[in-house]
């Protein structure tokens, strides 16, 4: 059995600019998964890059607070208990629009690599 406890995973800034705690990646531990999970925080007033990953998908699954998805020429309000579909190259950002942290899930798949994400801003 893995258990992993958030406040035990070390926060960093990915390269979209968001605050990322990982809770598993296929390169980190000895686990038989093909994906990466871990909670992503953007702060009010804040977004994400404009970015991809040419060869992953994601899903973002909205935990707390409220934003706006733009994923290629769509925008689409977010609340939480939604999940989100974002298609292997496409260009996409997430905005905060709400006054407190916005606080989700990421699933990449296959596990995320640096190598494979392109940041525009």
Known sequence: MFIRDLAACEEFTAGDGCRLRELFH????????EYSFAEALVDPGEGTYRHRLREASEVYYILEGEGLMHIG????????????????????????????PLRFICIVEPGWRQDDEEVFD
């Open 26 to 33: 296929p390169d980190k531990e000895l686990l038989d998964v």
């Open 73 to 100: 020429d769509e925008a689409e309000p977010v609340l939480p208990y939604q999940a989100v579909y974002i298609p292997p190259g496409a260009i996409q950002f997430i905005e905060n629009t709400g006054q407190t």
